[in-house]
DNA sequence: GCTTGACCTTGGAGTAACTCCAAGGTGTTT
DNA sequence: AAACACCTTGGAGTTACTCCAAGGTCAAGC
């Protein structure tokens, strides 16, 4: 299987491929007689796992974490279960930093409900005087 | 006004003020004799200015197109409208996705309440086996 | 007069997670 | 033989900074 092949069945493109197996997140596959890539079944397992992983927004340094356990079967999970934790945590801190967001842009937006000339707007007055608000973490 | 006074009053750091003046953010302040930077009242406005707007999570390239409308006074200002309503809805659509991560992150969270050994953490399994979802965009 | 410490300057490198490109090799088809 | 699609590597570009090194300046203290 070559990498437009394991690109198309996982959906990750051939230059991410290339670039995971770089940073080592991949494992680096056989090479045929021109230096081709060849994948296995197993590099399909793996990356598509990589991509779920992505796609629940982790970095990549989770993701090595999570793969490192999961090549060692006899340790206990704790470690799964915390990563997860974590990861749920910092998901649910930016989900309620962008609704604090949103309720300052709503409100920004109804300074200036009626198209008007630039110098009235009240949108440019409310950036030039909000109120910073706590963000939690950054 | 030197570089670490307008860093103090805005809570920008130095280095993110130089960085702003490369980008064409901020405008060049004038040197004083020693080629140190000197910053006016009107370099508290625009970096206040700015700062409000990346604590609304707005892109430099918003913040610039805010930037170029803000001196034209005359001009209606429909433009200002529309940058926010565009920005709103990306935040929108970055609370729903991470909504949806939520979700999935708690129903695999669930898959393993107890510690177990890593073989059979559900967690991992689950991992291996996400159906993938929809994302509306990227 | 000299040292110490706190500033300032510039330029460049590093971060995350890719994406795109150029230059060159290979393989299949017409 | 030419066209086209694929493969390889290496390197640059993206965003929004942050950190560092090497060198210049300035005020205070001994």
Not at 6 to 32: C, F, H, M
Request: aromatic fraction near 6%; charged fraction near 25%; proline fraction near 4%.
């Amino acid at each position: 299987m070559k990498i437009s092949d394991l690109a198309q069945q996982t959906g990750v493109s051939s230059d991410t491929i290339r670039y995971y197996e770089k940073i080592g997140l991949l494992p680096e596959p056989a090479r045929n007689l021109n230096n081709y890539r060849v994948y296995s079944a197993e590099h399909v397992k793996y990356l598509r796992f990589i991509k779920n992983c992505r796609q629940l927004d982790m970095t990549q340094e989770e993701i090595a974490r999570l793969l490192h356990l999961a090549i060692s079967p006899f340790e206990p999970c704790d470690e799964i279960n915390q990563l997860l934790d974590e990861h749920l945590g910092h998901v649910q801190e930016r989900i309620q930093e962008l609704q604090q967001v949103e309720v300052v842009l709503s409100k920004l937006r109804e300074q200036c409900l009626h198209p008007k000339q630039v110098q009235d707007c009240g949108i440019l007055e409310g950036l030039n005087s909000i109120v910073a608000w706590e963000k939690k973490s950054s």
